[in-house]
């Protein structure tokens, strides 16, 4: 139907009008939530009650799923920091990707709709399908309650959208900056090691 070719043209346009380099979370999240919100009012528009009804329960899915996947990350992040000996950490980790496969089984058969990662469960959650969902998900929740303070207006959501993307890409170039600087700093101690600073000099004059 033309229903998913709408959704990615909402999602597609979003990516046009707001873009932060190097942060995928944000992108997508912005661009999962205009998505959602474009086709919702296009539904309604369109005076289509039954395909908008399925696709807000769709989308309460989709943030029961991905909460699901939010609370894992978390908890391993603090399992990671938390300094246990190695057998312990991958029991750890094994127990709790175990226990977000259960909490999907039975979130499908409690809505009767089946999650969409049935094969990543069959095979084993790992953290690489932790973080792909984040990417994705991870901060919608947070692009909803920016577009319920702007009164549902898309002209003051994106307004405030873009300026949250400025603060987050000036983060990102800050963190770039100060991982650059240290990297120059390592290096000139391992070549200090290496040679002296008259060695390097003479090198180079030769």
């Not at 229903?3 to 043209?9: E, F």
């Not at 809505?111 to 991870?138: C, D, F």
Request: overall charge neutral; proline content about 2%.
């Amino acid at each position: 139907g033309e229903t998913p070719l709408v959704a990615t043209l909402f999602h597609e346009l979003a990516h046009q009008l707001l873009y932060v380099r190097g942060d995928t979370e944000f992108n997508e999240a912005f661009a999962m939530t205009v998505e959602q919100e474009g086709l919702a009012r296009w539904l309604a528009q369109q005076q289509r009650p039954a395909e908008l009804d399925g696709f807000l329960a769709q989308r309460r899915r989709q943030a029961e799923i991905a909460a699901i996947f939010g609370v894992a990350r978390a908890d391993l992040a603090r399992v990671y920091a938390s300094g246990l000996p190695a057998g312990e950490l991958r029991e750890r980790k094994r127990a709790r990707l175990e226990q977000a496969g259960s909490e999907l089984q039975a979130q499908a058969r409690a809505t009767g709709v089946a999650s969409g990662y049935e094969a990543w469960v069959g095979a084993g959650l790992n953290n690489a399908h932790l973080a792909a969902v984040s990417s994705y998900q991870g901060c919608v929740p947070g692009f909803q309650r920016l577009l319920a303070e702007a009164g549902g207006d898309l002209r003051r959501f994106y307004a405030a959208a873009r300026a949250l993307g400025q603060e987050r890409f000036a983060v990102f170039v800050d963190q770039i900056a100060r991982r650059l600087a240290a990297g120059r700093g390592l290096a000139r101690d391992v070549v200090d090691r290496i040679a002296p600073e008259g060695e390097i000099n003479a090198e180079k004059g030769s």
